[in-house]
């Protein structure tokens, strides 16, 4: 079992910049792919980032691609977020998830835990 706790979200106005965290529980939390996706009011949930389990490689959205980075900490059990020039539509709820699998890391259907989720809100 592992269980994801989401921090770091908030109002921010356009260009502006947040963090956020997921804090995972779990002995097993390091051989997890971790992903984040955001979901906005009346739109399906969509995949923003991910970085498999050792950490070594990451995966973008188009939309975030050079804007957003991703990290994780196995130590402190901790993925992080880093959200630079925001724009009114990365304005969603966020969600950490963790995948056991490496491969399909977009496909939210694959992902085995998932938190409670961070509103995100960019003011124009």
């Known amino acids: 079992q592992v269980q994801l706790v989401e921090s770091g979200g908030g109002l921010v106005q356009a260009g502006g910049s947040l963090r956020l965290s997921c804090a995972a529980s779990?002995?097993?939390?390091?051989?997890?792919?971790m992903g984040w996706f955001r979901q906005a009011p009346g739109k399906e949930r969509e995949f923003v980032s991910a970085?498999?389990?050792?950490?070594?490689?990451?995966y973008y959205a188009d939309s975030v691609k050079g804007r957003f980075t991703m990290s994780r900490d196995n130590a402190l059990n901790t993925v992080y977020l880093q959200m630079n020039s925001l724009k009114p539509e990365d304005t969603a709820v966020y969600y950490c998830?963790?995948?056991?699998?490496?491969?399909?890391?977009?496909?939210?259907?694959?992902?085995?835990?998932w938190g409670q989720g961070t509103q995100v809100t960019v003011s124009s």
């Open positions: 970085i498999v389990w050792s950490g070594g490689r990451t």
């Open positions: 998830a963790a995948y056991s699998g490496v491969y399909n890391y977009a496909v939210s259907a694959n992902y085995d835990y």
């Open positions: 779990g002995r097993t939390f390091s051989s997890y792919t």
